[in-house]
């Protein structure tokens, strides 16, 4: 909507990331929330989460979203950058977008069964090598508890198991210096250590 001095108020939910399949009816999406004050001014809204249920009978596609926000900008937006299931649990990536510019990956971990119950997420922690249900509410850049970090910044990724290679394999893009750029690292497990 544009008012008269051209100014637009409009939400916007952009994914960055596959989507995590559950079933062959059902799949969870992790979306980055922003809201627009005008062509030139926008803010981050966090994360938020949706779920995808197709009923094959009536051939209908339901979407809902049980928060408006799952993840705040004052914290790391777990899935917005990538996310995989093994095992029946879901690896959930997020960028540290405040302190490191998107340079630094952190992770959660989430029986998939349990995504939408925030509280039995686990976070871990590079520098201890532990997990923690205690969220991490960052006040400044930590590079030592990362899974991995680059010197770069980060704009999307997807991650994938490769079982000919026997390892994980994160596929990474950049936008803030470097267009149509890419590359790929890979770790023995979903916590790394990372390497490429």
């Known amino acids: 909507m544009r ?3 051209g100014e ?7 994914t960055y990331t596959n989507y995590l399949q ?3 009816n059902r799949a969870v999406q992790f979306f ?5 004050n005008s062509i030139w001014s926008a803010s981050d809204l966090g994360n938020t989460t949706v779920t995808l249920e197709f009923d094959p009978d009536t051939e209908m596609l339901t ?9 705040p900008p004052t914290t790391y937006a ?9 095992n029946g649990v879901a690896f959930l990536y997020g960028l540290d977008t405040t302190y ?12 998939f069964n349990h995504i939408s119950d925030y509280k039995k997420y686990q976070y871990y922690d590079a520098s201890t090598k532990s997990w923690s249900f205690t969220q991490p509410l ?5 590079p030592s508890a990362a899974v991995t970090s680059n010197w770069m910044p980060y704009s999307t990724g997807s991650m994938f198991y490769s079982e000919y290679h026997n390892a994980y394999l994160l596929v990474y893009y950049f936008s803030n210096w470097a267009d149509s750029t890419f590359g790929v690292s890979y770790a023995p497990s979903p916590v790394g250590p990372w390497i490429g």
Do not use: C, E
């Not at 980055?32 to 627009?36: D, E």
């Not at 979407?63 to 408006?68: A, G, I, L, M, Y």
């Open 8 to 14: 637009i108020k409009r939400y916007a939910m952009w």
């Open 22 to 24: 559950a079933s062959s």
């Open 32 to 36: 980055n929330l922003r809201k627009y």
């Open 63 to 71: 979407v809902t979203r049980d928060q408006q926000v799952t993840f």
């Open 100 to 111: 490191s510019n998107k340079m630094d990956v952190h992770v959660a971990r989430v029986s």
């Open 3 to 5: 008012n008269i001095l």
């Open 138 to 142: 960052p006040t400044a850049r930590r």
């Open 78 to 86: 777990y899935g917005s950058f990538a996310s995989i299931v093994g």
